[in-house]
């Protein structure tokens, strides 16, 4: 009696924005932050600043760790960039990002003024930049042993002026307030790109 053959594992599912990991995409850093029910702390204010960059690192190095470094303007270069338009200076953590949250109407996919003229003047900057990614806020809930981070985002087309995407990613729970963003990040980039 002939051995059966092993069928084959299935095919691994693309990931969900898998799209995204062949274009050059201008990643912004994060715009607010919070912790638990606490308000909101603007990423550009000396409360929210810290917090925010230990973000933007963390991002930035899952990011690379996909091999989206060298394809992708991440945080630290999109922020040069930024600073150094002289004629459209712009602070890459302070966007008007008001109106920007997926509650918006289904067919209301156009980006409002000021933000729409910022990003294209920034995207414009980047060789080949044309889509942006920006990650709105970070909120950690849960207590100790048991953090939780859930991060809002928006995939955005600057040439256009529209949104393409606003996907929220809640991480696994872990046992700090910084493990519980990596881990939130990590499931975001996995869905960019499988490692």
Excluded: C, H
């Excluded at 690379?64 to 930024?82: E, I």
């Excluded at 996919?109 to 709105?136: C, F, K, N």
């Excluded at 995407?165 to 990590?186: H, I, K, M, N, Q």
Aim: no cysteine; glycine share 6%; proline share 11%.
């Amino acid at each position: 009696m002939p051995t059966p053959t092993p069928t084959p594992p299935p095919p691994a599912a693309a990931p969900v924005f898998g799209a995204f990991a062949s274009q050059k995409v201008v990643v912004f850093p994060l715009q607010r932050y919070a912790v638990s029910d606490s308000a909101w702390m603007p990423a550009s204010g000396a409360v929210g600043r810290a917090r925010a960059a230990v973000f933007d690192s963390t991002l930035t190095a899952a990011l690379r760790d996909r091999g989206l470094g060298a394809s992708w303007s991440l945080p630290p270069n999109t922020s040069r960039v930024a600073q150094g338009d002289v004629m459209n200076r712009t602070d890459p953590r302070a966007l008007p990002t008001v109106g920007l949250a997926p509650s918006r109407r289904p067919n209301d996919l156009d980006l409002r003024e000021p933000l729409a003229t910022q990003l294209r003047a920034i995207v414009a900057l980047v060789p080949d930049g044309r889509m942006v990614l920006v990650p709105l806020e970070a909120r950690v809930t849960g207590g100790a042993g048991a953090r939780q981070a859930t991060l809002r985002l928006a995939f955005l087309d600057a040439r256009q002026s529209s949104v393409v995407s606003f996907p929220d990613v809640t991480g696994p729970a872990a046992s700090d307030e910084r493990a519980a963003l990596r881990a939130a990040v990590e499931k975001f980039a996995d869905m960019v790109v499988v490692p």
